[in-house]
């Protein structure tokens, strides 16, 4: 994987969060193609800014944490 920028990350998983409703960060990660820890950072800044917010998951017995556009 080749190095992107933090702000090239958010841009980009901004425009994937415009197009589903809501996704894990798994989900997230896989289609920013970045590493899952790299796009939680970025998912919480996003947050720290109130671009995103943040929900628990009920449908698995696992704790997910599912995030979606303001």
């Known amino acids: 994987m080749s190095k992107t920028h933090v702000l090239d990350l958010i841009r980009n998983i901004n425009s994937i969060l415009k197009k589903e409703k809501e996704l ?9 193609k970045t590493k899952w820890e790299t796009a939680l950072k970025a998912l919480e800044f996003m947050q ?22 303001k």
């Open 24 to 32: 894990s960060i798994r989900a997230i990660a896989y289609r920013a």
């Open 48 to 69: 720290e800014f109130k671009l995103v917010k943040e929900r628990l998951g009920t449908r698995t017995n696992r704790k997910e944490r599912l995030f979606s556009l």
